[in-house]
């Protein structure tokens, strides 16, 4: 028997239970022997350390629902799962179609449960993506992925010597699935999503031939299934569920967003030598422009929200005479305030800070120096923190800024609203990134400032005005040095972060790593081809190539910021597309040539947009680079050549990455502009 939910909806009953799919595609099936459905109870020990989680737990239960009973009811279907034959029902799950969604709403009969396990139907051939942004796989088939937003560690693959030293001294290192944007929502390569709506705990997991297993240390609100046609169609339906990003301020494309720290004259002395030179600067970006510390990690930051005169002398005008010269000031904040400030005082006698089990403000450990956690969930001191922004950011005459450190939110703080912190913790960053949109519209500043966030979670798409890929190590590692951010952008994409950028040059330098001048001058190559580009003098700059580190690099930078600037009307078209559409500015390649069987393996390749073919050198010391193209009309960026598709080998030297452009593309002479600078 078969019940119609929807035109493309359908209930199957099979003999000893059900299967439903959604345009003719089986999502879940479920049977006596081979259950959809496991539920449980289990305790957790979570312990954080600067950022990091030791995430433990024991599982005391775990039962399979093997009974189901199906029953149609007028707006939907309600599946009554038991333990045992004609036993007592422990959770109903009800059915329905909503916007040509297919919704699961979980209604909990057993008051014990705190653990379900949901297995989605699955094909042994097909590939999946998204889970937030993933710096290690893009395609997530054959892995585990946990879910809790997280530094992401030093190195991020406990098989290298970094990761093993930042674990020995720093308990720091950091593992493939470790990011600061998780997101319980897959992309199917059969063109649909499945979003899993809870801020709880989870581990998705893709590794078994015929389900993937999603694990919820909670009972979710709902659970939604949607297909496409297409994956263009997919994301534009994903980001039409979560909201989507605002388009670029316009002064976003004047150049490169220079991270300089050091005082007024010190950035004014790199600015005017970066202008001589011909670099085409946007903006600059003083983290410190609040003040700095130094602790043993390096250099770090003041935070007390509000211009230091002391170490910026005469900011105030001078933001005016570079605004003048078509140059923005961009600055920093993060949802914490320094014990040492004004604004820790203010909070804590106002009760705007979140307690701990005591009664007392609660203290994070940030490495050294100790901060007090505003508490968004008391709407006085949501209110009082968008003041803030209004009053020492905005009004001060900042156009832009880093929101840092979404992800930091302790497990054992007591909150106003009463909700457990584990539950918070993800939901954190979400609701950071909507305290920064808030104060940029209420001021009326919306689509001319920016901010930019490294933190996230489902929501943080309509409020995130731009994204960055972390704190990546000065290194040419593929989990954790340059070649991740290319991941980092295309699975943040799939599920509604089209806007993306990074350090160019990375930002760690511990355990014996130090940028070196090729990593920057590959890293600015890739910046080129991205939405925004920005340097950061990394968190030991004494350690790091800087961008004016000799004459060779300056000039390459120039060049490489004046092809980011030419480029800026494709760009727009893209930015543009991902506001109205949701579509990503950097797209994995199976996006526009869906019938391409390798394109849904490449991971260090993206189109940008459907015009242009990236494939970042990521290698130290590469004089040819191996690239993969779609079949269709390519052309060789620098050298004109034509190509049809399949792999390819290019020349790379430095300033000339491996970028390729359809031939009929309607920007083929902007591209061949672009070509001769």
């Given at each position: 028997m078969s019940i119609k939910i929807d035109k493309k909806i359908k209930l199957q009953k099979l003999n000893d239970g059900f299967e439903i799919s959604i345009n003719e595609i089986t999502v879940l099936r479920h049977t006596i022997e081979q259950p959809m459905l496991y539920v449980g109870y289990g305790e957790e020990k979570i312990d954080m350390y600067r950022g990091n989680f030791d995430i433990k737990d024991y599982v005391i239960e775990r039962t399979a629902l093997r009974y189901a009973t199906v029953e149609e009811s007028d707006d939907s279907t309600l599946i009554r799962f038991s333990k045992y034959p004609k036993g007592e029902e422990s959770l109903i799950i009800s059915i329905k179609e909503e916007q040509q969604r297919l919704k699961l709403e979980f209604d909990q009969k057993d008051k014990m449960i705190n653990r379900i396990w949901l297995r989605a139907a699955a094909d042994q051939d097909e590939k999946v993506y998204g889970c937030g942004e993933q710096l290690s796989y893009f395609n997530m088939r054959g892995k585990n992925f946990?879910?809790?937003?997280?530094?992401?560690?030093v190195g991020r693959n406990k098989t290298t010597y970094?990761?093993?030293?930042a674990d020995v001294k720093d308990k720091a290192g950091g593992d493939y699935y470790n990011t600061n944007f998780p997101q319980p929502t897959?992309?199917?390569?059969?063109?649909?999503?499945?979003?899993?709506?809870?801020?709880?705990?989870?581990d998705f997991d893709f590794q078994n031939d015929s389900f993937h297993e999603l694990q919820i240390w909670d009972i979710p609100k709902y659970v939604l299934f949607e297909a496409a046609d297409s994956f263009v169609s997919l994301v534009e339906k994903i980001t039409a569920l979560f909201g989507r990003q605002p388009e670029l301020p316009e002064w976003t494309y004047n150049g490169v967003w220079l991270g300089i720290q050091g005082g007024t004259d010190v950035v004014e002395e790199k600015l005017e030598r970066a202008l001589a030179k011909g670099v085409k600067v946007g903006g600059v970006w003083c983290q410190?422009?609040?003040?700095?510390?130094?602790?043993?990690?390096?250099?770090?930051?003041?935070?007390?929200?509000?211009?230091?005169?002391?170490e910026y002398p005469n900011l105030d005008q001078k933001t005016k005479e570079w605004k003048e010269k078509g140059i923005r000031f961009l600055g920093y904040i993060n949802p914490y305030v320094a014990i040492e400030g004004d604004l820790y005082k203010t909070a804590s006698e106002k009760g705007y800070l979140a307690l701990n089990e005591q009664g007392e403000d609660y203290l994070v450990d940030f490495g050294e120096f100790y901060c007090g956690v505003v508490d968004f969930t008391n709407p006085e001191a949501y209110e009082w923190y968008k003041e803030v922004i209004k009053d020492n950011l905005i009004d001060f005459g900042l156009d832009g800024w880093m929101a840092d450190f979404g992800e930091y939110l302790?497990?054992?703080?007591?909150?106003?609203?009463g909700v457990s912190a584990k539950i918070m913790h993800n939901?954190?960053?979400?609701?950071?990134?909507k305290v920064n949109y808030e104060a940029v519209q209420e001021s009326g500043k919306l689509g001319e400032v920016?901010?930019?966030?490294?933190?996230?979670y489902t929501g943080s798409q309509k409020y995130c005005t731009l994204l960055w890929a972390g704190d990546?190590?000065?290194?040419?590692?593929?989990?954790?040095?340059?070649?991740?951010?290319?991941?980092?952008?295309?699975?943040?994409?799939?599920?509604?972060?089209?806007?993306?950028?990074?350090d160019i040059g990375g930002y760690t330098s511990l355990h014996g790593n130090k940028r070196t001048k090729e990593l920057f001058m590959r890293w600015a190559e890739m910046g080129a081809f991205t939405p925004v580009m920005r340097t950061h003098e990394g968190n030991r700059p004494d350690d790091c190539f800087q961008f004016d580190g000799d004459e060779e690099t300056l000039e390459h930078f120039a060049r490489m910021t004046n092809v980011y600037v030419k480029l800026a009307p494709y760009t727009k078209e893209l930015v543009k597309m991902n506001a109205e559409s949701g579509l990503p500015v950097q797209r994995p390649l199976f996006m526009h040539y869906e019938e391409d069987e390798k394109s849904y393996d490449i991971q260090y390749q993206y189109l940008y947009g459907s015009d242009l073919l990236v494939a970042p050198v990521y290698e130290e010391k590469k004089e040819k680079w191996s690239v993969y193209l779609p079949e269709d009309e390519w052309v060789h960026l620098w050298t004109g050549e034509e190509y049809n598709g399949g792999g390819v080998e290019v020349d790379v030297p430095l300033g000339y990455p491996a970028v390729f452009y359809r031939k009929n593309s309607v920007f083929a002479k902007l591209f061949k502009e672009v070509s001769t600078i």
């Amino acid at each position: 028997m078969s019940i119609k939910i929807d035109k493309k909806i359908k209930l199957q009953k099979l003999n000893d239970g059900f299967e439903i799919s959604i345009n003719e595609i089986t999502v879940l099936r479920h049977t006596i022997e081979q259950p959809m459905l496991y539920v449980g109870y289990g305790e957790e020990k979570i312990d954080m350390y600067r950022g990091n989680f030791d995430i433990k737990d024991y599982v005391i239960e775990r039962t399979a629902l093997r009974y189901a009973t199906v029953e149609e009811s007028d707006d939907s279907t309600l599946i009554r799962f038991s333990k045992y034959p004609k036993g007592e029902e422990s959770l109903i799950i009800s059915i329905k179609e909503e916007q040509q969604r297919l919704k699961l709403e979980f209604d909990q009969k057993d008051k014990m449960i705190n653990r379900i396990w949901l297995r989605a139907a699955a094909d042994q051939d097909e590939k999946v993506y998204g889970c937030g942004e993933q710096l290690s796989y893009f395609n997530m088939r054959g892995k585990n992925f946990p879910l809790w937003t997280s530094e992401p560690g030093v190195g991020r693959n406990k098989t290298t010597y970094t990761t093993w030293q930042a674990d020995v001294k720093d308990k720091a290192g950091g593992d493939y699935y470790n990011t600061n944007f998780p997101q319980p929502t897959y992309v199917s390569s059969k063109k649909y999503y499945c979003h899993v709506e809870t801020t709880a705990y989870a581990d998705f997991d893709f590794q078994n031939d015929s389900f993937h297993e999603l694990q919820i240390w909670d009972i979710p609100k709902y659970v939604l299934f949607e297909a496409a046609d297409s994956f263009v169609s997919l994301v534009e339906k994903i980001t039409a569920l979560f909201g989507r990003q605002p388009e670029l301020p316009e002064w976003t494309y004047n150049g490169v967003w220079l991270g300089i720290q050091g005082g007024t004259d010190v950035v004014e002395e790199k600015l005017e030598r970066a202008l001589a030179k011909g670099v085409k600067v946007g903006g600059v970006w003083c983290q410190d422009w609040q003040g700095k510390r130094i602790t043993s990690f390096g250099k770090r930051l003041m935070w007390n929200w509000r211009w230091n005169p002391e170490e910026y002398p005469n900011l105030d005008q001078k933001t005016k005479e570079w605004k003048e010269k078509g140059i923005r000031f961009l600055g920093y904040i993060n949802p914490y305030v320094a014990i040492e400030g004004d604004l820790y005082k203010t909070a804590s006698e106002k009760g705007y800070l979140a307690l701990n089990e005591q009664g007392e403000d609660y203290l994070v450990d940030f490495g050294e120096f100790y901060c007090g956690v505003v508490d968004f969930t008391n709407p006085e001191a949501y209110e009082w923190y968008k003041e803030v922004i209004k009053d020492n950011l905005i009004d001060f005459g900042l156009d832009g800024w880093m929101a840092d450190f979404g992800e930091y939110l302790p497990t054992d703080v007591v909150l106003k609203n009463g909700v457990s912190a584990k539950i918070m913790h993800n939901a954190w960053p979400a609701i950071w990134a909507k305290v920064n949109y808030e104060a940029v519209q209420e001021s009326g500043k919306l689509g001319e400032v920016v901010y930019f966030m490294r933190a996230g979670y489902t929501g943080s798409q309509k409020y995130c005005t731009l994204l960055w890929a972390g704190d990546q190590s000065v290194n040419w590692s593929l989990d954790d040095g340059l070649a991740s951010v290319i991941p980092a952008a295309l699975s943040s994409g799939m599920i509604g972060c089209g806007l993306s950028h990074s350090d160019i040059g990375g930002y760690t330098s511990l355990h014996g790593n130090k940028r070196t001048k090729e990593l920057f001058m590959r890293w600015a190559e890739m910046g080129a081809f991205t939405p925004v580009m920005r340097t950061h003098e990394g968190n030991r700059p004494d350690d790091c190539f800087q961008f004016d580190g000799d004459e060779e690099t300056l000039e390459h930078f120039a060049r490489m910021t004046n092809v980011y600037v030419k480029l800026a009307p494709y760009t727009k078209e893209l930015v543009k597309m991902n506001a109205e559409s949701g579509l990503p500015v950097q797209r994995p390649l199976f996006m526009h040539y869906e019938e391409d069987e390798k394109s849904y393996d490449i991971q260090y390749q993206y189109l940008y947009g459907s015009d242009l073919l990236v494939a970042p050198v990521y290698e130290e010391k590469k004089e040819k680079w191996s690239v993969y193209l779609p079949e269709d009309e390519w052309v060789h960026l620098w050298t004109g050549e034509e190509y049809n598709g399949g792999g390819v080998e290019v020349d790379v030297p430095l300033g000339y990455p491996a970028v390729f452009y359809r031939k009929n593309s309607v920007f083929a002479k902007l591209f061949k502009e672009v070509s001769t600078i």
